[in-house]
């Protein structure tokens, strides 16, 4: 049965969202008003747009979600979790600086808990915001453009996972394995790291990312101890293919990456494991439009599906291969233009070394956003979890309620 106390800490954030509905409804300001605005507080009496006139744009967004593992796994139960994030974006033109330079800082703060640790024990996480508490500036980095956006450079402390590895089509799945291959030590969430970016597009049809990158994934959060910790590094290259078939766009990517940090050799059953000097791998990544609602009209309404591959060697991760996929399909429902339902299934196999009672983990994802307004969605969603962990238990049932309001 569950304490006061409990539901109490889980629903303060979506009765504080209803109480700033409530007043800004009573000061005069209608629904209709609130439905047509892309935050909830618009404006802020021209501070937004003064602001932007000088070259300094801002979000400030606040994802709520709780998860409930009903069947399965470790034990029953669920829990809440918070993102508090401020992101800023400056434009050197727009500020009468210089071309083509853009400033952006990610400051963040997180709270509550996951599940994934307590009552399921999934490798492949089930939620894409769980890690520890923390309140850090998560990305701090400058971009410029070169020869007519043809040519750019981006460095600082930055998350990779912006660059390389994704997959248009699976940004919306709640799973951290469709952000990026769980076979990649990438330097991502929760702790970015610094580095260094080149892209090229010298036609439609192709485009390259190649980045260099502190070497180890949780190397460190602190901006003043990155010279103490400086490890690897992390070189990445991901050659893409722009294409359109039967009039819709995919986009398929070929990426590799090679680590210079020592990796201690996997394999529970070796009291003296062996150290690698360096690791490597390889992964792909497919997107494609299969169908759009209104062909002629700049809209999102339609499906599109997207496919990944991971590769490491097993002896040096644990994981060897993954494989994901799934189908995203806005504007499902009549009048619900915004909307997304999303479906997925996502694949890993464990190494050998790890010593676990099943090969592999898979999990099912279902979702479907409810855009309620500009700024503010809601995303029921059902995740089945198949040998989470490997470590022989039951299957997991996880349902879960994502809230995002922008501010």
């Known amino acids: 049965m569950f304490k006061i106390s409990y539901l109490k800490r889980r629903i303060q954030p979506f009765v504080f969202v209803n109480c700033i509905i409530l007043i800004l409804d009573n000061s005069g300001i209608t629904q209709e008003r609130l439905r047509e605005r892309d935050s909830l507080f618009g404006d802020c009496w021209g501070f937004r747009s003064s602001l ?49 330079g853009t400033f952006f800082i990610h400051l963040q703060e997180q709270h509550g808990y996951g599940i994934t640790d307590q009552y399921v024990g999934d490798f492949q996480v089930l939620s894409n915001i769980d890690a520890d508490d923390f309140k850090q500036i998560s990305e701090i980095w400058y971009r410029h453009m ?5 040519f750019w450079i981006k460095m600082g402390k930055m998350e990779a996972n912006e660059d390389f590895a994704f997959v248009d089509y699976g940004g919306e799945f709640i799973n951290s394995s469709p952000g990026f291959s769980p076979t990649i030590p990438l330097v991502t969430f929760p702790d970015q790291d610094w580095g260094i970016v080149f892209g090229i597009e010298p036609e439609e049809w192709f485009s390259m990312n190649v980045g260099v990158y502190q070497g180890r994934p949780d190397g460190g959060r602190s901006i003043g101890s990155t010279l103490d910790n400086l490890f690897g590094p992390m070189l990445m290259i991901e050659p893409a293919f722009h294409y359109i078939l039967a009039g819709h766009p995919g986009h398929f990517r070929i990426g590799g990456w090679w680590n210079g940090d020592r990796f201690d050799e996997i394999d529970v059953n070796n009291p003296n494991p062996g150290v690698y ?5 390889w992964y792909l990544t497919w997107d494609q439009e ?15 599906v997207f496919a990944q591959f991971g590769w490491a060697p097993e002896k040096r991760w644990e994981i060897d291969r993954y494989i994901g996929g799934g189908v995203h399909w806005t ?16 694949n890993v ?18 979702f479907y956003k409810w ?24 299957d997991a049932l ?10």
Do not use: H
């Not at 299969?290 to 599109?304: A, F, L, M, R, T």
């Open 146 to 150: 070169f020869f007519n956006e043809l």
């Open 331 to 346: 504007g499902a429902i009549p009048s619900r233009d915004d909307d997304i339902i999303g479906l997925g299934v996502f």
């Open 398 to 407: 996880v349902i879960g309620l994502r809230c995002e309001i922008v501010f």
């Open 277 to 281: 000097s360096e690791s490597y791998g």
């Open 371 to 394: 855009q309620s307004m500009a700024w503010l969605s809601l995303k029921p969603e059902l995740q089945y979890i198949i040998n989470p962990g490997g470590a022989g238990s039951d």
């Open 349 to 366: 196999n464990f190494s050998n070394g790890m010593g676990t009672v099943d090969d592999g983990e898979t999990a099912i994802e279902l």
């Open 52 to 100: 932007a006139e000088q070259g300094l744009t801002y979000d400030l967004i606040y994802t709520a979600e709780f998860f409930r593992n009903v069947s399965g796994a470790i034990k029953n139960g669920g829990d809440y979790r918070g993102d508090l994030s401020l992101f800023l974006e400056f434009d050197t033109a727009k500020a009468g600086w210089w071309d083509n």
């Open 290 to 304: 299969v169908w759009k609602e209104n062909p002629d009209e700049n809209s999102e309404q339609g499906i599109g």
